[in-house]
């Protein structure tokens, strides 16, 4: 089973940038569906981003796109979350994780991932 890891969050002001990386120890990292997922306190984790193992699909919630971009470098088994135009309502724990569904809907859920790293918190201050 993959584990991963994140990185990169930290605290910015409302308009700014943070890049959050996703690493993993494992070869299957390569063949694995790859997502990022938010969880503020009190509230269940909330999808935010998708990307294939091949990089051929992309998925992003509403509340997000246009403002974070997902990619992807196998070689390095790592999956990066970009995000830019921060807003105080993105402040949350970023979690990756890797897709072990078999149906697109289930993308979206997180009961539907595993090998959850630690968290990342992101802060955006306005």
């Known amino acids: 089973q993959v584990q991963l890891v994140e990185s990169g969050g930290g605290s910015v002001q409302a308009g700014g940038s943070l890049r959050l990386s996703c690493a993993a120890s494992?070869?299957?990292?390569?063949?694995?569906?790859i997502g990022w997922f938010r969880q503020t306190p009190g509230k269940e984790r909330e999808f935010v981003a998708s990307i294939t193992n091949n990089d051929a699909g992309r998925e992003y919630a509403d509340s997000v796109k246009g403002r974070f971009t997902i990619a992807r470098d196998n070689a390095k088994n790592t999956v990066f979350l970009q995000m830019t135009s921060l807003a105080p309502e993105d402040t949350a724990v970023y979690y990756c994780?890797?897709?072990?569904?078999?149906?697109?809907?289930?993308?979206?859920?997180?009961?539907?991932?595993?090998?959850w790293g630690q968290g990342s918190q992101v802060t955006v201050s306005s």
């Open positions: 494992e070869r299957t990292f390569s063949t694995s569906t």
């Open positions: 994780a890797a897709f072990h569904g078999g149906f697109f809907s289930q993308l979206f859920v997180a009961s539907y991932y595993t090998g």
